[in-house]
């Protein structure tokens, strides 16, 4: 299956692009996604702070199923003040 993924803040920066599409095996979570984009990084891939999923532009678990043709985005954490 193929899903389309967006990237935001230093993931931009390491891959070059806001997103990207890659091809999963059947079942697969939006932690399966992010290690499929880890993947696509030069070795050894540097340090990623914990991320937050959305499947859909709906927020979601590490752990949420994603099918073929699903939008997942991968977060960084958000800083403020």
């Known amino acids: 299956m193929q899903v389309e993924v967006l990237v935001f803040g230093q993931l931009v920066e390491l891959l070059g692009a806001s997103s990207l599409s890659v091809r ?25 702070p914990p991320l937050a999923f959305a499947v859909n532009r709906v927020h979601a678990t590490p752990e949420a199923a994603v099918e073929d043709g699903d939008e997942v985005a ?6 403020g003040g």
């Open 24 to 48: 999963l095996p059947r079942p697969a979570t939006a932690r399966d996604v992010f290690h499929a984009v880890l993947a696509t990084l030069p070795n050894p891939a540097p340090s990623i």
């Open 74 to 79: 991968l977060l960084p954490p958000l800083a």
